[in-house]
């Protein structure tokens, strides 16, 4: 697990000294502490501060885990897996997975927006601080979460100039955050002619956070003076909503309806639309879903674009493609304002939605196999909470079961290469009990959770769920069951009936048309299969045909999975220099996709292929870190004895060259490795990280090497240390530099290696 995944601020952090101070110290009694208070008041911000400020304090990392944009509280504990980088790819329960992980790590977990999902996280938090005595979480949300030891700290609005304060008005935090999100977006001063305007607007506002960046925005077009006086007459219809509503959340609400007063119709009405997507979006997406003859596509951009310079919807820029956000309480707004506008307008949008993503997701399924797997990977994680979505419409709507297995069956390749088997067969196990009709649809949804089912150890619930598919008639799909037989079969260490499976599958392929992918797949596995039966030529031959197939497509994820099986096969007849080249390939390649289990499949073996160079200090340092990741996994090596007996080999040789103490260190060092720094561990040629001299850092140099070391950015670094931005970027690039290194992952390894990471004494390992 990497030490944290706390995004990076993009914008000054204003104030909020006093309540950083009690955050901190109540972190230092109690073992939860929630934060409250009513939405837009900062709650999130302020959490994920204060997790930096004692981001030194937790040895095994800061986690932060985003609820906003989960409405299922059935995947808190996916989604809480998926945080902490633990790849679901067992049978077993979130809960369990989190509870082994957790049990003996000093961590604090952060769970940001848990307002909608307290009744799912209250005995969730509960179970977790029972079985992990050192871990600590914090959590936001508007509500407490109940649970006995929790310490809440509401969270107020920034203090506000009383009437006979506004002439030192600069002091108070509410005028700060304003003036200084005014000048950002518009070059705003504050001066003796608008200070009181602006002390009256800021006490107006309440000091409510969300509510003052948004009025900072529309200084671009109105003055403060002009401000005031609409909210003080144009917008008193929204003010309220009963008198049981506090009254700082109907001065939200102002600001809210004053913003969106302020838009066009077209802006309005897109704004509306907007919130039946479940998390960020592309333009695409918004012109597909959202356009009509009301809101014409060609309207679309512009609305965006107005949306956007009103700070109403996020803009997120990200590898040569722009995506679009909506903050949750802005979603809240829009999606009340679709009821009114139309009660069943809602739904109709869904359903849109649904349709747009399922095509999506059946555009990615038949291109997966081909020379753009990495963009369809990096897309299709992009849409995570969009085809969450989707599927919760489908399994929750009348009559849209059949479309909910297809949609989970066409995903099979996110949910089995890239991380999220224990999400995938959630949807899918929900899907198939709404419709058991025979429809091509279910044998999909079956196949699928078949495959998912036989990756995390469900054998004989897998060959089940095949052989029913294979009943259900359609030709292609039939052979892929006998094909997943075979994997299921071979997982559970039948070599003598996998291999006839696979055969026959073959058979069946080779019969069909359009099926290259799953004859390079099905050989790939074949070839798996002969090597651990010792058939060295067969393997041979079948890694030849697959590897064919793969590069007249351009693929990539099989071809990882073909190179790790040529490694296998090249280290039993003895060629260390193609088992090595083979294993680095795969894994560079599985590294791409996320894929964890993948990984450490290879890190396993590139252990054991050191032991025959005699690198046995690196070998036992990758085991180590090889049963980290395991741990974070599930079944370490699915429980076979097929894929274990590299392992037992490389303990043994390393065990019998180290001795025990030595190799004991060592696999500990290793266990200290993320996934990053293992695979970079587990990549370096000649020792490079570990073999070779390095200069002496200066105390400042090794200040800041520790910090990036505990995975934090440029810009935390900067924090940490008091300094500017471009002074740590620029510090952290020279000690790059001065130590030859090439990324970041290099230096964690290497500062791993000389016992400078928190919780290690240098020279103990």
């Known amino acids: 697990m990497e030490r944290s995944n706390l995004p990076a601020e993009v914008t000054s952090f204003v104030g909020r000294r006093a ?15 929630t934060l409250t208070g009513l939405g837009g008041v900062g709650k999130s911000r302020l959490a994920m501060r204060a997790a930096r400020a004692v981001h030194r304090s937790f040895p095994d990392g800061v986690r932060l885990v985003e609820l906003a944009d989960l409405e299922d509280p059935d995947l808190l504990g996916h989604t809480v897996c998926q945080a902490l980088g633990l790849a679901d790819h067992t049978t077993r329960a979130p809960m369990e997975i989190l509870i082994d992980h957790l049990r003996d790590l000093r961590v604090l977990l952060l769970l940001d927006g848990a307002d909608h999902l307290v009744q799912a996280c209250a005995p969730l938090v509960d179970s977790l601080l029972r079985a992990a005595p050192r871990l600590r979480i914090m959590a936001t949300s508007r509500q407490a979460l109940d649970i006995p030891g929790e310490h809440l700290l509401v969270i107020s609005p920034l203090p506000i100039p009383a009437p006979d304060e506004r002439a030192s008005a600069a002091r108070h935090e509410s005028v700060a955050l304003f003036v200084e999100r005014a000048s950002a977006v518009s070059g705003f001063r504050l001066t003796e002619r608008n200070r009181e305007a602006v002390a009256r607007l800021c006490a107006r506002l309440d000091g409510i956070p969300l509510a003052l960046e948004l009025a900072a925005v529309r200084l671009r077009a109105m003055s403060v003076e002009q401000i005031l006086d609409r909210l003080d007459s144009r917008f008193r219809l929204l003010v309220g909503g009963g008198p049981t509503r506090p009254t700082r959340h109907q001065t939200l609400r102002t600001a809210m309806g004053w913003s969106h007063e302020l838009c066009t119709t077209e802006e309005r009405l897109l704004w509306a639309r907007l919130s039946v997507f479940g998390g960020s979006f592309d333009l695409d997406a918004a012109e597909r879903i959202c356009s009509d003859d009301k809101l014409p596509t060609d309207d679309i951009l512009d609305a965006v674009s107005g949306l956007v310079e009103k700070s109403i919807v996020m803009r997120e820029d990200g590898a040569g493609a722009v995506r679009y956000r909506l903050l949750d309480t802005v979603r809240e707004y829009g999606a009340e304002w679709l009821r009114r ?3 069943s307008a809602s739904g109709r949008l869904r359903a849109r939605h649904m349709v747009y993503f399922a095509e999506l997701a059946r555009e990615c399924e038949t291109a997966w196999f081909g020379a753009g797997q990495v963009e369809i990977f990096a897309r299709t994680q992009a849409e995570h909470g969009n085809l969450r979505a989707a599927l919760d419409f489908c399994l929750t709507s009348p009559g849209h079961a059949r479309e909910g297995m297809e949609l989970a069956g066409a995903l099979w390749f996110y949910w089995i290469g890239c991380g999220y088997l224990g999400e995938g067969r959630h949807w899918l196990d929900q899907a198939l009990t709404l419709d058991a009709g025979s429809s091509l649809q279910r044998a999909k949804a079956l196949l699928a959770c078949g495959y998912v089912s036989s990756s995390q150890g469900d054998y004989e619930h897998a060959i089940k769920l095949f052989s029913e598919c294979r009943a259900i008639g359609d030709e292609t799909l039939a052979a892929q069951a006998v094909h997943r037989m075979g994997c299921a079969t071979l997982l559970n260490d039948d070599l003598e009936a996998a291999i006839p499976l696979f055969e ?3 058979r069946l392929y080779n019969g069909l048309e359009a099926v290259s992918d799953k004859i390079a797949t099905a050989s790939t596995e074949l070839a798996l299969a002969m090597a651990f039966g010792g058939r060295w030529e067969r ?23 073909l190179d790790y099986v040529e490694s296998y096969r090249a280290w039993a007849v003895g060629d260390q220099k193609r088992a090595i080249e083979a294993a680095r390939e795969s894994l560079t390649t599985h590294h791409l996709f996320h894929d964890t289990l993948g990984c450490v499949m290879v890190i396993e073996l590139i252990a054991l292929l050191l032991t025959e160079s005699d690198a046995h200090e690196r070998a036992a340092v990758l085991q180590g870190a090889a049963e980290h990741l395991w741990h974070s996994i599930g079944l370490p090596l699915f429980g076979s004895r097929n894929f ?20 004991a260190t060592a696999v500990a060092r290793g266990r200290r490795l993320g996934l990053d720094a293992a695979v970079v561990y587990a990549l370096e040629e000649d020792h490079r990280v570990e073999g070779v001299a390095r200069p002496t850092l200066t105390s400042v140099e090794t200040q800041i090497a520790e910090l990036v070391a505990e995975g934090l950015t440029d810009q935390e670094v900067a924090e940490r240390l008091e300094i500017a931005d471009e002074t740590a970027e620029a510090q952290v690039a020279d000690i790059l530099a001065k130590l030859s290194f090439s990324s970041r992952a290099q230096l964690t390894v290497w500062m791993t290696q000389q016992g400078r990471l928190p919780g290690m004494r240098s020279g103990s390992v």
């Open 504 to 506: 026959e599958a073959l």
């Open 539 to 561: 393997s041979a031959e079948l890694c030849r045909n697959a590897r064919a197939i793969c590069e007249r497509y351009g693929e990539r994820w099989v071809l990882a999975h």
């Open 341 to 343: 506008l139309d009660p």
């Open 644 to 663: 274990n007996d590299a392992h037992v080999e490389c303990a043994r040789r390393a065990r019998e060259a180290l001795g025990d103490r030595r190799y």
């Open 19 to 33: 309540e950083l101070a009690e955050i901190k110290r109540l972190l230092g009694v109690s073992r939860l502490v």
